[in-house]
Nanobody
Framework: QVQLVESGGGLVQPEGSLTLSCAASGFTFSTFAMGWFRQAPGKDREAVSIISSAGYTYYEDSVKGRFTISRDNAKNTLYLQMNGLKPQDTAVYYC?????????????????WGQGTRVTVSS
């Protein structure tokens, strides 16, 4: 049974940093693309960053240069290093596993989801 457990969210001041982690189990982690999505109040869920099984990456425009996605296949763990956080980054962040290994941002390709971790950027 697939399990994705996020951690690392919290309250941070603007321009601060956080690192999100997602511990995965129940599937062959290294085989599939993984992603971080977020959902702010009143908004649709959006892809923040995706990493393919081969390590290719995608970043949503507003986070380019500030966020870094990485994966440790030996530890079955996905990470999102977030620097220069802004109030508009405030959202619940979700880890998700794709059904494909290639880089994809299609929401439909992500069938397994974590419970989410809340990130609040405020002074």
């Amino acid at each position: 049974q697939v399990q994705l457990v996020e951690s690392g969210g919290g309250l941070v001041q603007p321009e601060g940093s956080l690192t999100l982690s997602c511990a995965a189990s129940g599937f062959t982690f290294s085989t599939f693309a993984m992603g971080w999505f977020r959902q702010a109040p009143g908004k649709d869920r959006e892809a923040v960053s995706i990493i393919s099984s081969a390590g290719y990456t995608y970043y949503e425009d507003s986070v380019k240069g500030r966020f870094t996605i990485s994966r440790d296949n030996a530890k079955n763990t996905l990470y999102l290093q977030m620097n220069g956080l802004k109030p508009q980054d405030t959202a619940v962040y979700y880890c998700a596993a794709s059904i494909r290994g290639i880089l994809t941002t299609r929401l439909d390709d992500f069938r397994s989801w974590g419970q989410g971790t809340r990130v609040t950027v405020s002074s």
